[in-house]
């Protein structure tokens, strides 16, 4: 993008002020700053002109059925038979979502290289790649690995599986692809400067990973291996189970688009999005839209209604992610501590919030794909998120399930 064609769009978007150091910027940083503003996705605007409804008024919520862990219990064998089927049969992918920023755990790099040992290293994606070995011995098979990064830690998540030797897998089954950045602005809803020659950018939310894979040129390849379903998971939960057979035969056996791991509710008012039937549609509902009436609702059992939490593992049919794929999903807005230019020229992150970030959220496909089973897995054995370095899905808390779980640290 030249400058007069920078100008003239900044102009007609009311955000010149990105251009306020452009004179003062050497010919690299100019082509630095110029590239970026091509690059803007300028979707925040839909954002900021219809900001999405949270508060739940006027909608039909009702409680969705789903297989609690009796019932998986009782048909193990006959989902567990199906599931290893579909991986040996290459119809299983895994997508690892780590283009988040960790924020909380407030670490620099890949919230994935952390390490969470304690005689001797143990780092977050090792564990979790643990796990898919297993699943890989068992089935005989090795389920392809697609790994979610963002501008912000691409090169050091790369360079780190590398180094680490791809942590035992075959190099040719591991992809990388990097998902999209979001401007973020300030609360007059200009785009904050990071630096003289760059806006501040952030990635844009894990619900646009779909699209990434396929802008990266991915879902061919997918399509090539014969790939029908793809397993979702955070980077934060160090219990995931990876490609697990006994959901993945659950799902497929079910016939939905969709499967999700839940965990049962710790308690009524748990900080967790739930599944539910909303206006009829499977969604998933965050804890601050569920009225305490909801919260605290029982099913004939005796249960708590909107048991289901969801733990950002899904089970996703590929030809209906791409049937819906180019439809529009609400983006959020989320107040953060933005990295911006103070006065005296250099970059810094505020103490308190100081603007705004727009992210797109993998909870929100749920109600596109049209169905979903809940499948109920055990809390301690398949949920320790790291999130904070202590107190509450925390360092300290992964490590006490991972040693509950029999994991040497
Ligand atoms: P979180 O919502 O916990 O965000 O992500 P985060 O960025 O890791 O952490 P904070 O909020 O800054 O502390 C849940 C999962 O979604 C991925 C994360 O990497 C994690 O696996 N994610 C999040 C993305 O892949 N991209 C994003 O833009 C945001």
Redesign the pocket.
């Known amino acids: 993008m030249t400058f007069e064609q920078a100008k003239k769009l900044l102009e007609e978007k009311g955000q010149a002020q990105l251009l306020r150091f452009y004179d003062e910027l050497d010919e690299t940083q100019r082509k630095t700053l110029l590239d970026a503003i091509g690059n803007i996705s300028w979707d925040f605007e839909t954002a900021l002109a219809n900001p999405v409804d949270l508060s739940g008024k006027g909608r039909d919520i009702q409680p969705i059925d789903g297989l609690s862990l009796e019932q998986v219990a009782e048909r193990k064998a006959e989902f567990e038979s199906v599931g290893v089927k579909a991986i040996q049969d290459g119809k299983v992918a895994a997508v690892?979502?780590?283009?988040?920023?960790?924020?909380?755990?407030?670490v620099d790099g890949p919230?994935?290289a952390y390490d969470i040992g304690v005689t001797k290293p143990l780092y977050i994606f090792e564990q979790q790649m643990r796990n898919l070995a297993e699943v890989n011995e068992k089935c005989g098979a090795i389920v392809p690995l697609y790994i979610?990064?963002?501008d912000k830690n691409h090169a050091q998540t790369v360079a780190f599986w590398q180094e680490h030797n791809y942590f035992g897998y075959p190099e040719t089954e591991v992809k990388f692809f990097k998902?999209d950045m979001a401007p973020a602005v300030d609360y007059n809803d200009k785009i904050i400067l990071e630096r003289k020659d760059l806006p501040a950018l952030?990635?844009?939310?894990?619900?646009?990973?779909f699209v990434s894979l396929m802008n990266a040129g991915l879902t061919e390849d997918l399509k090539k291996r014969g790939v029908e379903w793809l397993n979702i998971?955070?980077?934060?939960?160090v219990l995931q189970r990876i490609a697990d057979p006994v959901f993945v035969g659950a799902t497929i056996v079910s016939g939905v688009n969709c499967g999700a791991k839940v965990v049962g509710k710790a308690e009524p008012r748990e900080k967790v999005g739930v599944l539910c039937l909303d206006d009829g549609q499977p969604n998933i509902i965050e804890y601050y839209e569920l009225t305490d009436e909801m919260a605290n609702q029982k099913d004939a059992n005796g249960n708590l209604a909107y048991r289901y939490g969801v733990i950002?593992n899904y089970l996703f049919r590929m030809s209906k992610l791409e049937e819906i794929a180019r439809q529009r999903i609400p983006i959020h807005i989320v107040e953060?501590k933005i990295e911006c230019l103070c006065e005296d020229g250099e970059t810094r992150k505020p103490d308190k919030e100081n603007g705004k970030k727009f992210?797109t959220?993998?909870v929100d496909l749920i109600k596109p794909m049209g169905s979903v089973l809940p499948f109920e897995v055990e809390r301690e054995k398949e949920f320790a998120?790291i999130?904070?370095k202590t107190g509450v899905d925390s360092v300290e808390s992964a490590r006490e399930l991972l040693k509950k779980n029999g994991v040497e640290l």
């Open positions: 690892l979502l780590a283009g988040g920023m960790g924020t909380r755990l407030g919230k994935g979610m990064t963002s998902q952030s990635p844009n939310g894990n619900g646009g990973w998971y955070a980077v934060d939960n950002l953060k992210e959220l993998v998120p999130k904070n």
